[in-house]
């Protein structure tokens, strides 16, 4: 399974973007999907996920009331919807895919695929 992020850039505080990750490989429906991101000198953290079929989402305390997961099976997609940035949201984020919907799944080690990342930077 190759995962491939873009949408990232610079926006202003307050401003918004919309990240995809588009995969290609095995049926991409069958898979979980999450977004996580890593800021310089920090470790790697949790944002989003989301169930087969969009059942279920799980967000971050930190991003929960201005971040959107979605998926669109049809095109192999899925989406981080990022609004009212902060300078904080300053980050690679990454998408990737699992196998399984078993609680945790902000654990990054729950994941099997990941992309490489693409760089969102909020400036003040």
């Known amino acids: 399974v190759q995962l491939v992020e873009s949408g990232g850039g610079l926006v202003q505080a307050g401003g918004s973007l919309r990240l995809s990750c588009a995969a290609s490989?095995?049926?991409?429906?069958?898979?979980?999907m999450g977004w996580f991101r890593q800021a310089p000198g920090k470790e790697r953290e949790f944002v989003a996920t989301?169930?087969?079929?969009?059942?279920?989402?799980y967000y971050a305390d930190s991003v929960k009331g201005r971040y959107t997961i979605s998926r669109d099976d049809a095109k192999n997609t899925v989406y981080l919807q990022m609004n009212s940035l902060k300078p904080e949201d300053t980050a690679v984020y990454s998408c990737?895919?699992?196998?399984?919907?078993?609680?945790?799944?902000?654990?990054?080690?729950?994941?099997?695929?990941w992309g490489q990342g693409t760089q969102v930077t909020v400036s003040s």
């Open positions: 990737a895919a699992a196998l399984v919907w078993a609680q945790p799944m902000h654990v990054s080690s729950r994941y099997r695929y």
């Open positions: 490989g095995r049926t991409f429906s069958s898979f979980v």
């Open positions: 989301i169930s087969r079929s969009s059942a279920s989402t």
